[in-house]
Every structure is written in C-alpha cells, then in structure tokens.
C-alpha cells in the first residue's frame, strides 16, 4: 500500500489545535525515581549437591501485498527528544535445572540401579549419577549395523579389577558392576582428575566414573524400567546404533493429531491397525464416535533417546542431531500412514517447490506434530510452520511464518527445536499468550543474533492462503537479541514498531532474518524511568482491556470494570506522585501511536494508520499522570503526546482527587490549558466500561459445539494428571459459564479449585482404565460440563460435538454423581455452572 508521511507536530496542530509534543526529559526531570542497587551475583557450582534418603528415584521431569486491505500502513514520523538512560541487555545465563538428586552407597552388583545423581564429599570423591532432568534430548534407537564404539576409556584399577563394560547385547538391559570413588581419581576417558567442582559422574550403562565432559548424555534404559539414566559418550554411541527388533517400534496417532481427519466420520475402508493385545477382559462393548486410531510401524532409529527395545512413541524428542525428524506419510488409505524415519530433505524440497498442496507432517514426538508448507504470502515467499498438538498442554498452537532466504534448500530445523521447548515449558505451567515472547539463548536460524519470538494474535492483517491450525493460535515473530529488553518490557511497542518497519498495520504475521535491530540502547527513552531494564523487578503494569483513544482536543481512557481488581492491584504499587500504566492495542483506533529510534540513538514519536482510510481516532501505548504541577503555573493542567504515549501533569490535590475515583471505580475528567483561555482547553476523560475485552475466540466446547467466547477460564497445570496403559489424561483448563443474562461464575472463581479439582478428579479416575478405548476411538479431547442448582444437579460428557457413549456415562454416574450432590451442598452463592476440558495423550514424560 502507498503511505502519506506528515510529521506529528503538524498532525498534531491540525486535529488538536496546538502541537502537543513535549520533551519527556522536561516533564520528568522533577520526580524522585528509585535507583537500583546491584545485587551481587552468586557463583555457580555445576551440579550442585543434594543428599535425600537412600532409595529414593528421581524420575525426569517431562509461530508486501499492496491488495491486501487493513495490511499495509501509513507512517508519520516526528522528532521528539526523549531522557536519558542507561542501556540494558537481557542477559539469560544458560543454565540447565539442577535435577533432586539421592546418595547412595556402592553396591558391587544391584538389579535395579538409582535414578538420582551419586555423589561424593566436599573433596570430589562423591561418584555421578544421572542429573534426572527432563530436558535431556529424547530420541531412540538407530536401526543401523553396529559400528566400532570411539571408546577411548582408561581402564580402574584397584581391589575390584578392570571394570569391563557390559556387551552390547546386554548394555542398558542389566545394571553394570560399578567403579568405587576411591579406585576413580581422574576421569576414565580423558583423564582429568576430580576436584571440587569437577566431579564424577558414574555412568548408568557400564558403570565407570566420567567427568561431567564425558559423561553428559543420557538414555532411557530397561534396568531402570525405562527411566532416563546419564551415560557416556562411548555407550551413547552403542546404545544409538543398536538395533532394535522392528515388530516393536510402534507410534500411536490419535486422529485429533493426525491431518486432514475429522474425528466423526471414520471410513469403514480403513484397516484396523489395533494390536491383539488392545482387547482387554472385561472391556465394554463401546460403539466409538470418533475416527479409527492409527498404528504406525515405524522403521528402526527413531530418534535420539528412546527406551530400547520398547515403543518409540515414549521418547519425548525424536529431532535427531543431524537431519530431519520423522515424517508421516498417506498411504492413501483414509487415516492410515506411514513413517518415514529419515527422510532426504534434497526430495522434500523438490516435492515443495513443486507445488505440494498438502503440508509435510513432521513428528516431533507422539504428542507434537510440526506441519510444514512453502506459500506465497504478500508477495513474499515464506516458510509456513505450525505446531499441532500444544493445546492438550494448555498452550495455544504456534505459527510462524518465515521469508525464505534466496536460493534456500535446507529447511529451518531450529523451528522444530523450539516447538519442544515450548511444549516442554507448557508442561510446567509456562505457557504463551498474547505478546508473550519465548528465547533461545544460543541463537537460532543461523545467527547468534536471532534471540527468540515475540507471539501475537491476528487482528487486521490478512489471512486468505494460510493453513490455519484451531483455535486459539499465535504467530510467531522472530526478534532480535537487541530487541529482547523491549519485548520483556514493553512488548507493544516492539509490535507496532515492526508494523511501521514492514508497512502492515498493526505488524506483519512474517518474520525476515538477518534483518537489522529496530532498537538499541534503552538510555534515551522516557521507559528509562518508568522500567527497570536492568533486573526487571519492576515494569510498566497493563490492565487486560484498558485502551487509551486520542481524538481533537479530547482523550478518553477507559478501563472495563471486571479489570477493577488489575487496576487496584497497579494503583497500590504506584508512586504516590506519579501513575503510569501501560495500554492495550486499541482494535477501535483507525491509527496508533508509535516509537522510533533514530541513528543517533533518541526516541521519535511516530503515527501508523490503515492505509486509505481516515484517521479519527488514534492509539496510545501508555499513559503518565505526574503531580509536579504547580499552581503558580497558570495551568489547570497539561497534555503532551511523549513517544507513544500521553503524559498529563496534573496538581498533586487533582492526583488525589484522580486516584480517589479510581479506587471508587467512577469517571473522572481532567482540564488542561491555561487557567485564562477556557475556549481552548483540551480534555483528558476517565472512563469505566461495562463491556469487558473479547477474549477465547474461536474456542467451541468438545461437547455440543457451544462457542466459549469472552468465558472466564482457568489454566490448570500439574493439578490433575493421571497415567493408565501407556496414556496420560491431563485437565488442562475450565470455564465458567454464562447462562440467561448474567454470568453465574464466581466473583472469584479460584475459591471454587477444591470443589472443581475433586470433580475433575472423579471424572480422571472412573475414565483411567479406559483411556486407550477412548484415544483409539478418536475421542482425546474430553468435555465435562457441570450445572450445580438449588433445585438441579447435572453434568453433560461429550467429545467432538458428541455426548460420549451410554457405556462411559453409566460409569461416570457412580463417580460425579456423589462429588457432585457434596457441592451443591457446600456452595451456597447461587447457580454455578462450569465445563472442563481433558485431553488423553501418550505418556511420554
């Protein structure tokens, strides 16, 4: 789209009638802000020492077309001279989690070794175990001749003899004969001797004593029942080369993970790929109302660290080191396919170049698949790249979308890396919202520089040729190492600032590398003062909702009153003389205001708009009121636009009277201009809303299908999880519903958890045994919709638009129907009526 360039003073002039730009330094340089101490780092000893009781295991902890409209936007820019600063880094250690760990005593022959880490005194006689952290890179078996092992290990020596390592017919199956400490001073492979804080590692498959170097990869082995153990390097390189017996590496899909299925309507041409072993005694006669589930023979080498010998789809990272991951393929068969385990990215790129209509599944693990297709986006050639499989972990699905480099014939692995590590942080309750942004603190996509994403929700941009996963979804936008404290920070600015780099208006859904940082140095700009850039313990609070809207000679704040609670949350840890808060992007507006940094290093206020059409109402990112103003200054009060955001000075009495009405929740209107000019005043409005800010959007219910639009819901993480046949059922979230005219959740829906977590832990445990029916039968999205009444106690169970079969409601009654009577007896607060969702995957963890 073409764009006229104006700057804001004279736009300013002509809609307001007087420039309202204002030097931020000028405003502020009164205030008294806080200085910030250093803290003094403590040093890091690798692998700290932790003793518990003997005994104990530590199991792993398992996102230009000028035709396009609303795309493209207008920029005007203008110079406006911000404070000074000092400039931050966010500076992320890579540290890896430091794993519980238990100390037990040498044993020279045991059947079940620990799963903790084994370690000796202060003076580095304590032997290693493995660290059981469940970041350790998953994987399985190659099915490959067994090549010579590299192992360049120094023979122990002492009363015990040379410990020899098992044969690899047996190595990782029977626990080793271990070395002692004492007959261990140096590692066994590269001789480096132990000291403090080099300290000995034992390895879980022949039990001799590493350093932390040698001694740094990790398996799953059978004699520790299939637990995640460190291991060398040597027995790392046998362990992956060793074949495995075919007929057992299997993979299960559920069709809710597969593409292009529809869970209710499963073709009757479909082979039935169900092992003998899946007909249990005593199981009902259940008619399934989903599509068939899919068995997958996979080829052998399925990954990096799979239990050998058992089924691939337990290992939790099947990215191999070097080259793709798997890659499910069609055979043509509705539902069925077939696994190609290493596939050559040379064919995959012509395939796609070609045209390929559908995109390339690529599995990540049994639970995350990563769809793949080459488009043509906005005249711009892009890498598509989705997730599928994050919403049973309580995360929206990722998609980025990535321009293509020129003559580009490798595909960007690094996606798919940092789709497991978002997967892997869902898992412990961190999850990605709107602005959110997720790191990589070594680089990505070729470049050091490259330092994560910053994930945001389509609003005006377009959608038309994208393959879209359900809802709700984020795009990914690739940041910069530079733009890191901003996306910490202030991430609205960092957005709208990449749509006035690009021209899309808010920004573009695209990522470009290699590209240059769009900001720099934090040491010029007015957040200086409002955000701690340095530790980040504190920042410029934003209330979910509240938009700021700047029309001719009038600005209106306005906040809902279901975010009251936010906003007295931000008032109480304000300043006494100054407010700040940040603001929501305002999807009312037809323009925003925007932030540049120039060449020399200075904060400009600039203004983005939706091309070709007029400008009525502009956005601003925060707003400041300061009680500086003296009433010796001839003025009410005063407005300036500063950066991209709206700075008020107000009397101190007129800040009182200002946070009074916040804390009341009632409007409040503030006068500028000077006391003898009231023809040519401006106004600044303190508005509540009644109507709250959209948000669930396009989420439906797996019951019947009903839309859970801008329904109050509840995240859970690590509340219920439960494991049965290989499966793991996990509640991940419950809505509070809305029924006739006024919603009947909670004024606080957290004073319900007990009653909520005993309901949803019924509903777990009557359906455990039956987990892999139901999986099977396509059904791995669950909904329990509860209705507690003074004179009428219900729950509905449902699954793809389907109330479950009459088998599984029979067994239901006799579990909810108890906890449900307790609750209607114990919740005294009117009607309350409430919907889980469940979702059943395989356990991988």
Known sequence: MRQAVTTLSMWGERHFGYTTLRDSSETLGDERWPQIPRLKEDSVIEEKEVEEDSGLEQTPTSEEQDAVVGGLASVLPVETPPPGGEQEHDLRPRLEAQPKVCKLPFVAKSDKEPGGDLRGGLGGGGGGGDGCDGGGGGGGAANCLATPSPDNDHPASGS????????????????????????????????????????????????KVFCVVCCDQRCRLTHLDGKEGRVCVSCHFTLMNRSAPKDQRRVWFADSLLPDTDARDSSAGTPDHRPSNSSQPGRPSVMGTGGEAVEVDAPSGWGMGALVGSP????????????????????????????????????LMVELEGGRAEPLVFVLNANLLAMVKLINYVNRRCWCIMSKGMHAVGQAEVVVLLQCLPDEKTFPRDIFSHFIQLYRDALTGKVLNH???????????????????????????????????????????????????????????????????????????????????????????????????????????????????????????????????????????????????????????????????SENGQYQTQAISIHNKPRRVTGACFFVFSGALKISSGYLAKSSIVEDGLMVQITMESMVELRRSLREMKDFTISCGKLDQSDNQEFVYIQWLDQEPRFNKGISSPIDGKSMESITSIKMFQRSEYRANGKVIRWTEVFFLQRDKQANRPANPTSYSRLTERLARAFCLALCPYLKLLKEDGMAKLGLRVTLESQRTDYLAGSNGQPLPTQYMKILDSALMPVIQAGTLQQGEGPLEMEFIFYIQENIS
């Open 160 to 207: 015990i003899g040379e410990a020899s390592t098992p044969p690899p017919s047996t190595l990782g199956e029977v626990a080793p004969v271990w070395v002692p400490d004492s007959q261990a001073p140096a590692c066994m492979k590269c001789g480096a001797k132990f000291t403090f804080t080099k300290r000995r590692h034992h390895c879980r498959a022949c039990g």
């Open 312 to 347: 691939i789809g337990s290992s939790s990272n099947l990215i191999p080191s070097e080259g793709l991951p798997p890659i499910l393929t069609s055979t043509g068969v509705k539902g069925d396919y077939t696994v190609e385990e290493r596939p050559s990215e040379t064919s």
């Open 435 to 597: 602005l959110s942004h997720s790191t990589a603190s070594r680089g990505l996509l070729g470049s050091k520089e490259h330092a994560g994403f910053l994930y945001i929700r389509p609003t005006f941009q377009s959608l038309d040729g994208l393959p879209l996963p359900s809802q709700p979804f984020l795009f990914g936008l690739l940041i910069l190492r530079a733009e890191t404290p901003w996306a910490r920070a202030f991430p609205l600015r960092l957005m709208l600032r990449l749509g006035a780099e690009y021209r899309f208006y808010p920004c573009p859904l695209f990522s470009v590398r290699f590209r240059k940082a769009l900001f720099g140095e934090t040491s010029h700009t007015i957040m200086r003062l409002l955000v701690d850039f340095r530790f980040y313990r504190y920042t410029l609070p934003v209330v979910t909702g509240l938009m700021v809207d700047m029309e001719a000679r009038s600005t209106c704040i306005k906040i809902p009153k279901a975010r009251h609670s936010e906003l007295l949350k931000a008032l109480n840890k304000s300043n006494e003389h100054v407010l700040a808060m940040g603001a929501c992007f305002n999807e009312n507006a037809d323009s925003h205001l925007i932030c540049v940094q």
